[in-house]
């Protein structure tokens, strides 16, 4: 179905190509996993296969690529659009119409379809989706996860022979994911239809795939194989697939289902040992010393909340997004919000930073009404990386947007540059944010914010985009923030990010707090929440691969 003849791409103004030797052969009706870090080829290669590389994007291809039989070198991607279907990493870039149902629609009128035919497929389409009850709604009042779903559906309906996807299931809650997943799954199996996939969160989607494309570092050849025998070298895995290797599985797992059956001696290896649980700080607050002596006496210092909320509602249009919500966060506490999607996270978010107005309840951050309190000032207190990153971006280069970040937060000149490295090395200076990734973008917004160090830090789906070594600098940038006594709330589906860094979990179900407390007492009774580890060592409290590794070193060096 898709032939690769030793393609290389090189854009303009590299030394070296993207992508090189890359000669193989994608087999009709199977679900391709491409896996491999940030900025190895992924979504070049994907962008061969449809024709965006490289008549939308520039470079130059070398070798040939071939889809059913046709040269993307000369079809352009509208002249593939029968055959291929393409869903980018930004969902927003993708619309043409105003409504869930006419953007379902939008694909099959431009080919032509018969209205009878149309309609029978968005039908089908609202139904395997679960956007039945959004038809009507208009896309620009619609959550992330919500958004792609619509991507994903409008490329489904024109029924094509071949789906490029990258990163489809970034902004979907867990659930919502093995909707599309199973879909995707059902495509392949009953219609034959191939599907080419890049996805930093294997533990989605990696025991779906029938094969893996490898992508081990920039300018290698790719390896096509099967996912348990690549997985074992590959730099990124799951951490259903980590955890075999700590344990030495061999062949590793690649489901829960299978790591649940061998864990027995694993388990047995960690009884009478307990996970190490993070713990937020303690700021104590500091008051004047009085002038009387006051008996000494033991006491737990106080802690004055970085954000406090009660009873808050909030309406968006005929939306009721929240209602009757209570938080607290206190200082060097990192809350991590979950929920499907349109719960109400991003919502909440927007309410503690000014951009929305309650309806009803109270909203304070550090002493500060948001809503009514001016930008300038309110960034003293709380800033906010948004899901979409683009809307902090205004420079033409990075350089730029990172000295604009120094002059706004009174740093240091290079503050926001070293962020930007620690997060993602090797962004030039004179790069457009543009042509940045979707992780890259993430990583610059970030950096911004973070440059001046707000007292309450919001994050709005942090991780995506990030594959596993940008998310372990992130996460050791976040706790060393926390430890320092910022407090963090994170609204995020990332269920193994909340595991690795979040002291409670909220989750959110119809704008309604439904769950607050540790994040292991949450996560450990909610299947839909749970990570990878603690559905193999359940009802342990384990969550994280780290918590393992760290058990099996100390009580090995205690033997």
Request: aromatic share 2%.
């Amino acid at each position: 179905m898709i032939r690769f003849e030793d393609v290389s791409v090189t854009y303009e103004g590299s030394a070296a190509p993207t992508v090189r030797g890359v000669d193989l052969t994608v087999p009709e009706g199977e679900l391709v996993l491409l896996v491999g870090p940030s900025g190895v080829g992924k979504s070049t290669l994907l962008g061969t296969v449809s024709g965006l590389v490289p008549h939308f994007t520039g470079g130059t291809l070398r070798g040939r690529v071939t889809v059913a039989g046709r040269d993307t070198r000369t079809h352009k991607p509208r002249e593939l659009a029968d055959v291929v279907g393409t869903v980018g990493q930004d969902p927003l870039a993708h619309f043409v119409t105003d409504t869930v149902e006419d953007e379902l629609a939008y694909g099959m009128e431009s080919l032509g379809l018969a209205p009878g035919v149309m309609r029978r497929r968005v039908e089908e389409t609202l139904d395997l989706l679960g956007l039945a009850e959004l038809r009507d709604r208009p896309i620009a009042t619609l959550s992330g996860g919500q958004r792609q779903r619509v991507a994903i559906g409008s490329v489904l309906t024109p029924h094509p022979r071949v789906l490029v996807l990258d990163e489809p299931t970034s902004a979907l809650d867990p659930a919502a994911a093995e909707e599309v997943l199973a879909v995707l799954q059902r495509l392949v199996h009953d219609l034959g239809t191939t599907v080419l996939m890049a996805e930093h969160r294997l533990e989605r989607v990696v025991q779906y795939a029938d094969q893996v494309l490898l992508l081990a570092a920039p300018g290698e050849p790719p390896v096509l194989g099967d996912p348990a025998e690549l997985m074992a070298r590959s730099p990124v895995c799951p951490p259903v697939v980590a955890l075999g290797r700590i344990a030495g599985w061999s062949p590793l797992p690649l489901t829960v289902r299978d790591a649940r059956r061998r864990a027995g001696a694993l388990r047995e290896r960690l009884a009478g040992t307990e996970p190490r649980q993070e713990e937020a700080a303690v700021r104590p607050v500091e008051r004047p010393a009085s002038r009387w002596p006051r008996p000494r006496k033991e006491r737990t210092p106080e802690k004055v909340p970085a954000a406090a909320v009660e009873r808050l509602a909030v309406r968006r249009g005929r939306v009721e997004a929240l209602r009757r919500v209570d938080l607290t966060v206190t200082p060097g506490e990192t809350v991590a919000l979950m929920g499907r999607n349109g719960a109400g996270k991003s919502t909440l978010l927007s309410t503690l930073v000014g951009l929305l107005e309650p309806t009803s309840g109270t909203v304070r951050v550090g002493g500060a009404v948001p809503h009514s309190t001016a930008p300038r000032r309110l960034i003293r207190h709380v800033g906010l990386v948004p899901q979409e990153p683009r809307d902090l971006l205004y420079a033409d280069t990075v350089a730029a947007e990172c000295a604009a970040a120094d002059r706004d937060a009174g740093a240091a000149a290079g503050a926001c540059r070293a962020l930007v490295s620690e997060l993602l090395p090797g962004i030039a200076d004179d790069t457009h944010p543009r042509d940045l990734s979707e992780g890259q973008r993430l990583a610059l917004a970030l950096a911004i914010v973070l440059t001046s160090r707000p007292p309450l830090l919001l994050l709005d789906e942090p991780t995506r985009g990030l594959d596993y070594a940008a998310k372990a600098r992130l996460v050791t940038i976040l706790r060393g923030l926390a430890a320092e006594g910022h407090a963090i709330v994170l609204a995020t589906h990332d269920v193994e990010l909340a595991a690795e860094i979040a002291h409670r979990v909220v989750i959110l179900a119809d704008g309604e707090v439904v769950a607050d407390g540790p994040t292991a007492q949450v996560v450990v009774s909610s299947p839909a929440f749970a990570p990878q580890v603690t559905k193999i060592l359940a009802p342990r409290e384990w969550l994280t691969v780290t918590q393992v590794r760290e058990a099996l070193g100390a009580a090995e060096g205690a033997s």
